[in-house]
């Protein structure tokens, strides 16, 4: 079945250090992985995603690494800030009707 | 910016009572989708809901949930008989069209069975 899971519950991280959540997952017929961040008492927000077939997408001050061959997913914040302080989680996703399949969930905790 | 509201923000129940949870997905948005997080957990699939009827449903998904469309903007979710184990904070989400990863959720409604 379909599984996506987080390495680690809980990354802490010096304010302007860059920070890297892993996520691995099993099953390799997902079309887009995402990350996704949840503050306290939110929804999720989509943050970044990318296609099954790239391995490496980037975006404003984030970047996402997709490693095929070991299925394996990494999120890389670069400058983390405060308010980059949440859970973050990986999800998978194949076609059709969109369902996604979450990982655990890591926190990321920001300190100054 | 266009945003998916869900309300009641917070609903708290007896067991046994039926419960409908509303939200109000993004206008142009064709896909809708309820979540639903029991405390400190993972994200849970319930189900996928597009061109007014059900696509996809997981596990969890059984005969006490139900899902309408009823008024063309309002998604409702009605749980008929609310058990202990409902008790968990429920997303809708929406989406414009497949294949991107970007679905929409809203803030949650947060059930507290009794």
């Known amino acids: 079945g379909e599984s996506v899971g987080l390495h680690l519950p809980t990354l802490s991280v010096q304010e302007g250090d860059n920070s890297i959540i892993n996520c691995a997952y099993s099953?390799?017929?997902?079309?887009?992985f995402i990350w996704y961040k949840q503050e306290s008492g939110k929804g999720p927000q989509f943050i970044i995603d990318i296609r099954s077939n790239m391995d490496k997408r980037q975006g404003q001050r984030v970047t996402v690494l997709l490693n095929k061959t070991v299925k394996h997913l990494s999120l890389q914040i670069a400058a983390t800030q405060p308010g980059d302080s949440a859970v973050y989680f990986c999800?998978?996703?194949?076609?059709?009707?969109?369902?996604?399949?979450f990982g655990a969930g890591t926190r990321l905790a920001v300190h100054p | 910016e266009p945003e998916v509201t869900q309300t009641p923000s917070h609903q708290v129940t007896q067991m046994g009572q039926e419960v409908i949870l509303r939200c109000v997905p993004i206008s142009n948005h064709l896909y809708f989708y309820w979540y639903r997080q029991i405390l400190g957990q993972k994200v849970e699939f319930l189900v996928s809901?597009?061109?007014?009827?059900?696509?996809?449903k997981s596990e969890i998904f059984d005969d006490q949930f139900s899902v309408e469309r009823p008024d063309g903007s309002n998604f409702t979710l009605k749980i008929r008989s609310t058990k202990l184990e409902d008790s968990a904070m429920y997303f809708c989400?929406?989406?414009?069209?497949?294949?991107?990863?970007?679905?929409?959720f809203g803030e949650g409604s947060r059930l507290t069975v009794l």
């Open positions: 999800a998978g996703i194949r076609g059709g009707y969109n369902k996604l399949i």
């Open positions: 809901f597009y061109n007014n009827e059900i696509s996809e």
């Open positions: 099953n390799s017929a997902s079309d887009y």
């Open positions: 989400a929406s989406f414009y069209r497949p294949n991107t990863g970007e679905l929409f």
